[in-house]
């Protein structure tokens, strides 16, 4: 029985027993009035910071990150690419994101009621994960706007150095449509817990499902981990790839820029519980010592197989550590949480150091290794690291008053995990294979051969990184 199926027969089961729980006669959802007086100041106020936590992913980190990767010659068009998606991403979200991921609509996408934040205001409220407990609505909207920014900025890694930027952007704004909003909506969107009376199906294809991803392991990583491996792919090696050494022009950036991911990472998972509770404090304290085990891990492995250890290799087994654990983050114990970090590393490693070179395709920053893959992990991982017998928070039962921990099935959340990661798979494989395709053949996504050897600072953007 899937969890919509069970959350429906909760539903029946609580109205024709109301009143063994409620004196006021059958369970009712609450008035705008009422969801206006649930808001608590100290979970929007965590929810604010945790926006600005995870914005601070993208710029400055994820573009010091990236940029510190590249020849000088392209660092400059790195540190672009990223700022520019995040702005662009903004004003998609605002316009017509949001409504389409986080609306009532159909089991795939949402409806366009709230277009152009149509109905949202000051005193308009989100749902969280507790009856009674709401936060307010702008504050759902710009956090997950800083979601739909990071995402489609991980994509550009994988084809580093060999993209022209105006094709770029408009990639950014389609795959947006088309590929993330439906898989945000798909595994993140339902009505909320006071809602499963009036509204039992109101909810998301794989949320539905009963996948569990508490702060984007599919949405973000699986996501924009394929896209980018099809986008590397389907534009082709670098020039000179395998030929022409390209060893990274700052790893002092590189590790500055990984290091503020670390940081802004505790946002973008923790403040995924939308509450400043004991689960939030759960989900930070998953996150650090993940992290802290993946990044230990991968330099064990380059001990064993170089013998030595690289700072390149221990930022990007960090980085390992924080996809694996984000969709588990909210659901895993501690002690779990290292073993998730300690196990995603090896596996990160073998893709990375091995898989790309006998398959030959030139995933520039590793994107596809790390992100796509990582998540893969995580996300398996999840359906067995959130079992209560293992100190997991199991799946949540919102039919009982207060919410409490259902029924736990290891190998039937294993195999639901497995549906949803198959899914996002093809969803953004496929849709970002086609977008690829229409705009390399209508303008064009590659510069010229000239263009690509003086480097895409100069060529695209008319400036350097460095003036020395």
């Given at each position: 029985m899937t969890r919509l199926n069970k959350w429906i027969a909760?539903?029946?089961?609580?109205?024709?027993?109301?009143?063994?729980?409620?004196?006021?006669?059958?369970i009712k959802a609450p008035t705008a009035e009422q969801m206006a007086g649930m808001v608590d100041k100290g979970d929007t106020t965590w929810m604010l910071v945790s926006s600005a936590l995870v914005l601070l992913m993208s710029i400055p980190a994820l573009a010091l990150f990236y940029g510190g990767l590249v020849r000088t010659k392209n660092m400059l068009s790195l540190l672009m690419q990223v700022f520019m998606i995040v702005s662009i991403a903004a004003l998609v979200w605002v316009s017509w994101g949001y409504t389409l991921a986080f609306t009532s609509g159909t089991p795939f996408i949402g409806s366009l009621s709230k277009l152009f934040l149509q109905g949202v205001d000051a005193t308009t409220v989100a749902a969280t994960f507790s009856n009674n407990v709401y936060i307010p609505e702008y504050a759902f909207v710009v956090f997950q706007m800083t979601f739909a920014c990071i995402t489609p900025a991980l994509i550009v890694?994988?084809?580093?150095?060999?993209?022209?930027?105006?094709?770029?952007?408009?990639?950014?704004?389609?795959?947006?449509?088309?590929v993330y909003f439906p898989i945000a909506h798909m595994v993140w969107y339902w009505a909320g817990p006071d809602f499963l009376v009036d509204a039992p199906a109101d909810m998301g294809y794989l949320w539905g499902m009963g996948a569990l991803d508490f702060a984007g392991g599919t949405v973000v990583h699986i996501n924009a981990g394929i896209a980018g491996l099809v986008g590397c792919i389907m534009i082709g090696k670098r020039i000179g790839y395998g030929k022409e050494a390209t060893p990274p022009h700052s790893l002092t950036m590189t590790m500055i820029g990984a290091s503020l991911l670390w940081v802004g990472w505790f946002g973008f998972n923790a403040g995924s519980n939308l509450e400043a509770n004991g689960l939030a404090a759960l989900a930070f304290i998953n996150t650090f010592v993940a992290t802290a085990a993946a990044a230990?891990?991968?330099?064990?492995?380059?001990?064993?197989?170089?013998?030595?250890?690289?700072?390149?290799?221990?930022?990007?087994?960090?980085?390992?550590?924080?996809?694996?654990?984000?969709?588990?983050?909210?659901?895993?114990?501690?002690?779990?949480?290292?073993?998730?970090?300690?196990?995603?590393?090896?596996?990160?490693?073998?893709?990375?150091a091995v898989v790309k070179n006998k398959l030959k395709y030139d995933d520039t920053l590793d994107v596809f290794g790390v992100h796509c893959v990582g998540g893969i992990v995580g996300a398996i991982a999840t359906g067995i690291v959130a079992d209560p017998a293992l100190g997991g928070q199991g799946?949540?039962?919102?039919?009982?008053?207060?919410?409490?921990a259902g029924e736990y099935d290891m190998a039937g959340q294993v195999i639901t995990q497995a549906k949803a990661v198959i899914l996002t798979l093809l969803w953004s494989g496929i849709g970002s294979a086609v977008l690829f395709f229409i705009l390399d053949k209508t303008i064009g996504l590659r510069p010229s051969e000239d263009a690509e050897r003086?480097?895409?600072?100069?060529s695209s953007h008319g400036e350097r990184a460095y003036n020395y």
């Open positions: 909760g539903a029946a089961t609580m109205l024709a027993t109301a009143p063994a729980f409620a004196q006021d006669g059958p890694g994988a084809f580093a150095e060999r993209v022209k930027f105006a094709p770029l952007m408009l990639f950014v704004v389609a795959w947006l449509t088309i230990v891990a991968w330099a064990l492995v380059e001990q064993i197989h170089h013998g030595r250890p690289s700072l390149l290799g221990a930022v990007t087994g960090a980085v390992a550590g924080l996809v694996a654990i984000t969709p588990a983050s909210g659901f895993a114990a501690p002690m779990t949480s290292i073993l998730i970090g300690l196990f995603v590393s090896p596996v990160c490693y073998l893709f990375v799946w949540i039962d919102y039919t009982v008053f207060p919410a409490v003086e480097g895409l600072d100069l």
